[in-house]
Nanobody
Framework: QVQAVESGGGLVQAGGSLRLSCAVTGGIFRFLTIGWHRQAPGKQRDLVAAITTGGRTNYADSVKGRFTISRDNGKKTVFLQMNSLKPEDTGVYYC???????WGQGTQVTVSS
């Protein structure tokens, strides 16, 4: 059974940085397309960034130039480096394994102004 566990969230001031991690167990990691989604209070869950098995990436317009998604196949982990954080980046960040439609439990990110 494939599982995803997020970590790295927290409280940070605007302009600061955080690095989220998504550790995957089960499955064949290098074949997985993985995304980070964000759900702000009272809003729907939206895609923030995704990375394919070949390392191709795509980003929501709101985070381009500030966030970077990467993967370490040896560690079976996907990272989301978030720089120049804004209050509107606040929300619960979820890791999503596209192929099995598996979601992690989420990690809270709060950016104060």
């Amino acid at each position: 059974q494939v599982q995803a566990v997020e970590s790295g969230g927290g409280l940070v001031q605007a302009g600061g940085s955080l690095r989220l991690s998504c550790a995957v167990t089960g499955g064949i990691f290098r074949f997985l397309t993985i995304g980070w989604h964000r759900q702000a209070p009272g809003k729907q869950r939206d895609l923030v960034a995704a990375i394919t098995t070949g390392g191709r990436t795509n980003y929501a317009d709101s985070v381009k130039g500030r966030f970077t998604i990467s993967r370490d196949n040896g560690k079976k982990t996907v990272f989301l480096q978030m720089n120049s954080l804004k209050p509107e980046d606040t929300g619960v960040y979820y890791c999503h394994l596209q192929d099995s439609n598996t979601w992690g439990q989420g990690t809270q990110v709060t950016v104060s102004s």
